[in-house]
C-alpha cells in the first residue's frame, strides 16, 4: 500500500464521485467501490497536503466498528475483498487497506450528528441562544461540559465545499419520512451510547459524531459511510479531559486549531500545512486507532 495518497485513479472501474476524502467508484449496479484517500478537510475545505496513512487507519478503523456495532443496524458492507474488483499492480496497491466493496443503496440526504458533550458549533449556539439546534439546554453549562442527556441534532449533507446545515427533527421528517427519520434518531443514539461506552473503557471520550444511512430495497434502514472515526468523531483523552476548556482531541481538531491561528478566510484555497502538523496528525489518527481497537495499526 502506498504510503501516501491524495487523490485515487481506478480506470478499470467507472468514477461516481469524490467526496471530501473518499473516492467512490461503480462494481456493478449493485455494488460500489469505496477509496479512502488520505486528504483531510477542515472548515469544509479540503487541504492541499495529504496526511499520510490517515485513509488507511480510517478505513481500519471504520470497519473495526461496523464489526462491532453490527448488532445494532446492518451495515454496507459486503466482504468482497477491493482487490478482486480492480486490476493491475497499481490498482491493487491503490485499494490496499484503503478500499472496501460496499452495497448500493438509496443514500438519505442528511447527517444524523449526535451529541454527548457540548462543544465545537453546539458550544457557539449554546451561548448565543442557549440552546443548541433548537434543543434547549439547562443554563451554566461549561464549554466541553458532558451534557445531562445524549442529543440528536440532525443536518443536510452539503456538496464539497459548501457547509452542512442544521435542521429541526421536524425538518429531517419531512426529508425522509416519520418512520425513517424516528429510526435514524433512535439507532445513532444507541450506536452513539454503546460506542461511547466501550471508548471509555480503552481512555477516550467520544465527545460527538456523525453517521450516514441509506435504504435498501426493501426501505429498510442501512448504515453506511464511514463510523465513528477520528473525521467523523471528536475523541478526547480522557485522563486529559476538563469542563470549561476545549481539551486536546485524536481527530483533526488538531488541524484546525492550527488553521484557526492564521490569518485565514476559511475559504478555498487552503494554507499548505507545516511537515510537523502533518506528522503530529497523522501520528493523533494512528493513536486512536491504536487506543479503540487494542492493536497496533498494520500496512
Keep these: 500500500m502506498t504510503s501516501s495518497l491524495y487523490e485515487s485513479s481506478i480506470k478499470s472501474l467507472k468514477l461516481l464521485t469524490r467526496g471530501k476524502v473518499r473516492d467512490m467508484y461503480a462494481v456493478d449496479d449493485k455494488h460500489l467501490l469505496i477509496v479512502t484517500t488520505d486528504r483531510l478537510s477542515a472548515f469544509d475545505v479540503i487541504l492541499g497536503d495529504p496526511i499520510p496513512h490517515k485513509g488507511a487507519v480510517l478505513n481500519a478503523m471504520a470497519n473495526f466498528w461496523f464489526d462491532k456495532l453490527a448488532h445494532v443496524v446492518p451495515n454496507h458492507l459486503t466482504g468482497i475483498g477491493p482487490e478482486s474488483v480492480v486490476k493491475g499492480a497499481d490498482e491493487i496497491a491503490q485499494v490496499k487497506g484503503r478500499g472496501t466493496v460496499v452495497k448500493r443503496l438509496n443514500p438519505l440526504p442528511i447527517e444524523a450528528v449526535v451529541r454527548g458533550y457540548i462543544i465545537g458549533s453546539g458550544w457557539k449556539d449554546y451561548q448565543q441562544t442557549g440552546a443548541v439546534c433548537g434543543i434547549t439546554l439547562p443554563t451554566g453549562l461549561q464549554q466541553a461540559q458532558k451534557l445531562p442527556e445524549v442529543i440528536f ?17 421536524a ?8 418512520a425513517v427519520a ?6 445513532s443514539i444507541r450506536l452513539y451510547s454503546e460506542a461511547s461506552e466501550y471508548a471509555r473503557t480503552r481512555g477516550i471520550i467520544i465527545a460527538d459524531t456523525k453517521f450516514e444511512f441509506g435504504l435498501d430495497d426493501k426501505g429498510a434502514v442501512v448504515l453506511i459511510d464511514e463510523v465513528l472515526t477520528a473525521d467523523s468523531s471528536r475523541f478526547w483523552p480522557a485522563d486529559q479531559y476538563r469542563p470549561g476548556i476545549s481539551p486536546p482531541s485524536y481527530d483533526k481538531q488538531y488541524v484546525r486549531d492550527y488553521l484557526e491561528t492564521l490569518d485565514w478566510n476559511k475559504k478555498a484555497p487552503a494554507p499548505k500545512l507545516p511537515a510537523e502538523v502533518i506528522a503530529k496528525t497523522s501520528e493523533k489518527y494512528r493513536e486512536a486507532y491504536e487506543r479503540l481497537a487494542g492493536s497496533k495499526f498494520v500496512e
Design 182 to 187: 424516528k429510526t435514524v434518531r433512535d439507532v
Design 171 to 178: 425538518q429531517m421528517e419531512t426529508l425522509v419520512g416519520v
Design 153 to 169: 441534532t440532525p443536518a443536510t449533507k452539503a456538496a464539497v465545499g459548501d457547509h452542512d446545515e442544521n435542521i429541526s427533527f
